[in-house]
């Protein structure tokens, strides 16, 4: 695992790497995400001119197509880490984390002027729990939930980035919250990007598996660091009719997700006693 830049001073100015699920599908994410950094003293920059980082290209194998992406992504933001103009670059996403710091090496190895300045942004390029706690320090950063969380670790952010003790710890700081464990949180949802498309009845078998296992936990929220899991996660959950959601971790900790009433069982209510004779049913 690539080495990742140590700081002296804690950093105080960030560029945010929204992803292109967050920019086109779930703003709120991005918006928590900018709230929780600010929370800490960190001022935010939003380089506007940012456009997908190449993963859903390099994961299908069309690394030609890639590159070019991989290079705009580079110019746009290696540039600001370079002059200091920012400290890190934070992104909501484990997997487009691990796409941009751990394959562009792989992606730009014939291009060794590139391939150095990705491995220098890479080092630079952190995932939003990581840096919360590994970076800034932070365990407690003010949230509350009245109910029941459990989680579900993405497989980028687990496997690739290393990352499971940075959320889970933030998790159990969140005030209110009962934080149950979920068995098998760290199996594969099924989701994979093109392999929900490409092999969609096993991706579909692998996700029920998930969900079933968040019925078991009876947990309101399931919460979780990449909004592409958490897509297909609700897809399953809302078509087998269940009450639990997944939310992006970044919404629990900003306090942004409010908790359904549990249904109440119905109580039988038994009907009266008939009267034993006529006589007694009269008034």
């Known amino acids: 695992m690539a080495q990742k830049k140590q700081f002296d001073t804690p950093p105080r100015r960030v560029a945010l790497f929204v992803t292109c699920m967050v920019d086109m599908i779930y703003p709120e994410v991005g918006m928590a995400t900018v709230e929780l950094l600010e929370r800490q003293g960190v ?3 939003f380089p506007a001119e940012q456009t997908c980082c190449g993963q859903p290209a390099f994961n299908a194998g069309f690394w030609e197509e890639a590159r070019p992406l991989a290079r705009r992504f580079v110019d746009i933001f290696e540039p600001l880490v370079r002059n200091k103009q920012v400290d890190a670059v934070v992104a909501p996403s484990g997997s487009c984390t691990t796409m941009t710091s751990h394959f562009y090496k792989l992606l730009l190895e014939d291009d060794p002027a590139y391939r150095a ?4 942004l890479g080092a630079a390029t952190f995932e939003l729990t990581e840096f919360l706690v590994d970076v800034l320090g932070v365990e407690t950063v003010g949230a509350h939930f009245n109910g029941v969380l459990t989680y579900h670790a993405c497989c980028h952010l687990k496997r690739e980035l290393g990352i499971d003790r940075q ?3 933030l998790l159990s700081h969140v005030e209110g919250a009962e934080v149950v464990e979920m068995n098998a949180a760290d199996e594969c949802c099924g989701f994979g990007g093109l392999f929900a498309l490409k092999n969609s009845d096993i991706s579909t078998a692998m996700g029920q598996r998930k969900t079933q296992n968040i019925a ?9 660091c990449d909004v592409s899991c958490m897509t297909h996660i609700n897809g399953l959950l809302s078509r087998q009719g ?6 992006h971790i970044a919404q629990v900790l900003a306090n942004q997700v409010d908790v359904a009433p549990r249904p109440q ?3 039988e209510t038994k009907p009266p006693t008939p009267p034993r004779r006529w006589q007694d049913g009269k008034a």
């Open 242 to 247: 269940q009450r639990t959601r997944a939310v």
């Open 117 to 120: 300045r990705a491995e220098f």
């Open 216 to 224: 078991k936990s009876d947990a309101d929220v399931v919460t979780l």
């Open 167 to 169: 959320p889970r710890t």
């Open 43 to 45: 001022e935010v920059v």
């Open 265 to 267: 069982p119905v109580q």
